[in-house]
């Protein structure tokens, strides 16, 4: 699992330029079930988005392909973590500790 953070590098008004084509990319994620949970920071200088996966290279290239990135509003900072344990909603993602 992977929390993806993201920081905003532009003002605000200059993210918002690229809103709608970012909720269209976060849509085609959320369809394809990488991402389960995303929203903005309180205060609104970024967000994090929730992300299943097996391949840390593969969460790279889509947050790659985000429209805040392309546009250069954005960066991104992803951590990598094993969910050992979940709220019962979310039990299909639990993970096994390594050995």
Same mark, same amino acid.
């Given at each position: ?20 084509? +970012? ?6 994620? /959320?369809?394809?079930?990488?991402? @389960? ?8 200088d970024?967000?994090? @988005? ?11 290239? @889509? ?12 960066? /991104?900072r @992803? ?19 390594? +050995?």
């Amino acid at each position: 699992m992977f929390v993806l953070e993201l920081t905003y590098t532009a003002p605000v008004e200059q993210v918002d330029e690229f809103l709608d084509a +970012h909720i269209a990319w976060l849509d085609t994620e /959320y369809e394809s079930g990488v991402f @389960i949970a995303s929203g903005r920071k309180n205060p609104r200088d970024g967000g994090v @988005i929730l992300a299943v996966g097996d391949d840390r290279a593969e969460i790279e290239r @889509i947050t790659a392909a985000d429209p805040f990135v392309t546009g250069g509003v954005c960066a /991104y900072r @992803i951590t990598e973590f094993t969910a050992t344990k979940t709220a019962p909603a979310l039990a299909p993602y639990l993970q096994p500790l390594p +050995h």
